[in-house]
């Protein structure tokens, strides 16, 4: 079993003792952002201070030393979810890659009456994007519904599914309700019906083993941040296959083979023909060192841990009498709840004097608010430092519902 004790020795924000309003830090909004390891923030300085170079752009010892840290986290991105180097595409996270596939590939093949499939629990970057093509291209956006606690399951994706569905768009775990998807069976549905998956891993990849091979997934997207690695640096994984049918959503240099003056553009073989100018060198260093770090405790161990606190935070907001839950039974690290009689914002900002970390609001689900009738919850959500203490704190702030309004005055 992980000790988030032993971890937080390798985590500069614990070791710093960080504090928010005088008290010390409880960070539970890890589905936003994950805190850096003492690995992961060195091997960036040391492309800063040692190895500071262009990657692709010069016949010298420290560009080609460039070239080989990119290649090797692209090794890594590969090895660590099951798939091709060729077919690791580096981006500056989960929107730019679903951005990416929506016009790169939708907005290509899509025409007129086409169908594409959402659920109401996606993320803002898996539903605006596709909003977008649908105007563009006039396809029609539907709805694959959610069961009575908020799943999607394979028997409504099948009842959906149309021969005029061509995409389907869906959260692997979505950011609120945390429900895992079964996505194996939802691409087999998608692929005997003719129609392409796109799947949003932002919140599944930090959590859980990814095997794309397995799924059988047509494109997937996921965050560098979510998963202890900097910020600005994401991945998108699609199938070679379709990566060399999707067109490149920006151009400029290091991405073409040839132009002329006459506009004849000749552009290279996936995944370079996506990855135009400067790429953010220090995030994909980062990103391989994250990967490094994850490795050694085990993605296995990780999903495990993951489970447990989400089944012991449930249990403890239970005890309070004060807690509405959300999603007491979804599988991922994430509890959406309000505080009973208390506004969403009302209660984070009570929780933050308590120096207690967690999101409030729709959470960028905007639509998930017709199904849940509520217009916004507060969001815990844990990762492998996060302790059962952590949890304890949380509930005996929810505790006292009554100081809530009166938290700044």
């Known amino acids: 079993m ?8 390798d985590f500069p924000m614990f070791v710093n003792g960080v504090k928010m309003q005088g008290h010390p830090l409880v960070w539970l909004d890890n589905a936003s952002t994950t805190f850096k390891p003492y690995s992961v923030e060195k091997a960036v300085e040391r492309y800063y201070e040692t190895e500071t170079s262009n990657s692709h752009r010069g016949d010298y010892d420290l ?5 080989e840290e990119v290649l090797n986290t692209r090794k890594k991105v590969a090895n660590f979810i099951n798939c091709d180097p060729t077919e690791v595409v580096f981006t500056s996270g989960t929107t730019a890659s679903l951005n990416l596939v929506a016009f790169g590939y939708g907005a290509k093949y899509l025409k007129e009456g086409d169908e594409i499939l959402l659920t109401q629990a996606e993320h803002a970057s898996n539903v605006l994007p596709w909003f977008k093509v649908a105007e563009m291209t006039g396809a029609k956006i539907g709805y694959i519904p959610l069961d009575e606690e908020g799943r999607l399951t394979v028997e409504n994706l099948k009842k959906a599914l149309t021969p005029k569905t061509k995409i389907v768009a869906v959260a692997y775990v979505t950011n609120v309700l945390a429900y895992i998807a079964p996505i194996k069976e939802i691409a087999k549905a998608c692929h005997e019906n003719g129609t392409i998956l796109v799947v949003d891993g932002a919140q599944s990849t930090p959590h859980m083993k990814t095997d794309v091979r397995d799924l059988d997934c047509d494109f997937l997207a996921f965050s560098g941040h979510k998963m202890l690695g900097p910020t600005g640096i994401g991945v998108l994984y699609g199938k070679f296959d379709l990566l060399c049918k999707t067109d490149p959503f920006m151009t400029g240099g290091g991405m073409n083979a040839k132009f002329d003056m006459c506009g004849d553009v000749g552009y290279l073989q996936p995944p370079l023909k996506f990855e135009a100018g400067t790429q953010n060198l220090e995030g994909i260093i980062g990103l391989g060192a994250a990967i490094d770090y994850l490795g050694k405790i085990g993605m296995d161990e990780i999903e495990s841990y993951g489970r447990m606190l989400k089944k012991y935070c449930v249990e403890k907001l239970e ?4 807690a509405d839950i959300y999603n007491p039974h979804s599988e991922g690290p994430v509890v959406a709840f309000n505080v009973k009689g208390v506004f969403s914002q009302d209660a984070a900002t009570f929780l933050n004097s308590r120096g207690i970390a967690c999101r ?10 017709d199904y849940l009738k509520v217009y916004a919850t507060v969001r815990a959500s844990f990762y492998i430092y996060t302790s059962k203490e952590d949890i304890d ?3 005996d702030a929810v505790k006292h519902g009554k100081e809530f309004l009166d938290a700044y005055f």
Do not use: Q, V, W
Not at 2 to 9: A, H, N, T
Not at 63 to 67: I, L, S, T, W
Not at 360 to 369: D, P, Q
């Open 319 to 322: 005890e309070t009498g004060m």
């Open 360 to 369: 409030s609001g729709n959470h960028c689900a905007k639509i998930l608010i």
């Open 393 to 395: 704190a949380l509930a």
């Open 63 to 67: 560009c080609f030393k460039m070239d």
């Open 2 to 9: 992980i000790d988030p004790y032993l971890i937080r020795k």
